[in-house]
């Protein structure tokens, strides 16, 4: 086994995509160090083999202990998508964190960098599907952050030898996630309704797929400087997916619209009223882009070269996690 007796820090450990990996490294044998920022609930994490280890991406020094003896860092930690938090929260974990970790990772002499970023960087896609030479068009703030950080990885890996790889998730689902929990729970009641057409495309990774790809970017020799969109098998419209969700839930398809712009301009003033208050928006303009722009991304390169393939399809995938809400109580 490749990973067999390595040591290997999982930044993000706490949230779905790094638990995954940090427990399917174990699995193949590593000694998982994973960062933990104070407070967070590592609880998950409580099994042989993960070292829970305080530190957080904000604080240079903390970072420092947690890669020393390491050989291989897993960069998935990031400020994701919050409508309350401040802009500037953003650069300052995406960017300035990425390249605090970047700079103890040289000065330890870590031999694999691999940094999570996103499909969002290349924002709308204008001719799908998009592989990772379409140009970068990030949309949000988020996005904006994780393509400076993206950047910034490129540079120390051409300019300071940083032995980096670079992966983009696709859209990722599946047991344990709870992101896609409100739309599946408007589907199994009724009261889902389609904004637009929903003949725009739509791409999905199932997170034990995704996993599959990370610890390929950090096993895979001779790929550094590269990057890898890692996606599901297939994508497909909008209304296709929705029909998939239905039909794992086992319930009627819903079939009702409404036109767009009613909602992004209702969204658009929401955020305006919202914005001078602690309030979370009901609705927001970023909200009606899931409705409106294509996501389908080309994953032939990862294939090509990573040896990547992902096994599970959408209709399983949904069943899976359809499962798992039901397990969970979630969807009464």
């Not at 294939?303 to 996690?321: A, C, F, N, S």
């Amino acid at each position: 086994m490749i990973l067999k007796g390595k040591n290997v820090l999982v930044t993000g450990a706490t949230g779905f995509t790094g638990g995954h990996l940090c427990r399917r490294l174990v699995r193949e044998g590593a000694r998982v160090r994973a960062l933990v920022r104070p407070g967070r609930d590592a609880s998950a994490l409580e099994s042989p083999g993960i070292e829970a280890v305080p530190g957080d991406l904000t604080d240079a020094g903390s970072l420092k202990d947690a890669v020393s003896g390491v050989q291989t860092v897993y960069h998935i930690g990031a400020a994701f998508r919050d409508e309350g938090a401040p802009r500037q929260r953003f650069w300052d974990v995406n960017v300035t964190g990425t390249q605090s970790l970047m700079d103890a990772a040289l000065d330890a002499g870590v031999r694999r960098f691999v940094h999570c970023s996103t499909v969002g960087v290349q924002g709308e896609i204008q001719d799908p599907p998009a592989d990772e030479e379409a140009p970068y068009n990030p949309g949000d703030h988020y996005q904006a952050s994780k393509t400076d950080g993206e950047r910034l990885v490129l540079q120390y890996i051409r300019e300071r030898g940083l032995p980096g790889v670079i992966f983009r998730p696709v859209g990722i689902y599946g047991p344990g996630d709870t992101r896609f929990l409100k739309l599946f729970r408007h589907i199994a009641s009724g009261r889902f309704r389609m904004i637009g057409s929903g003949d725009v495309l739509y791409h999905l990774t199932y997170i034990d797929d995704l996993v599959s790809g990370i610890v390929l970017c950090g096993t895979r020799p001779g790929i550094e400087g590269e990057i890898f969109t890692l996606g599901g098998p297939e994508y497909t419209t909008l209304n296709e997916f929705v029909r998939l969700v239905a039909g794992a839930l086992d319930v009627p398809v819903p079939t009702r619209h409404f036109p767009v712009w009613p909602v992004w301009l209702a969204g658009a003033a929401c955020e305006v009223l919202c914005r001078p208050f602690p309030i979370h928006p009901p609705i927001y303009r970023r909200r009606v882009d899931f409705f409106i722009k294509d996501r389908a991304f080309d994953i032939s390169k990862a294939r090509r070269v990573l040896g990547y393939e992902p096994g599970v399809d959408m209709k399983t995938g949904l069943r899976k996690t359809v499962e798992w809400y039901r397990s969970e109580g979630l969807l009464s």
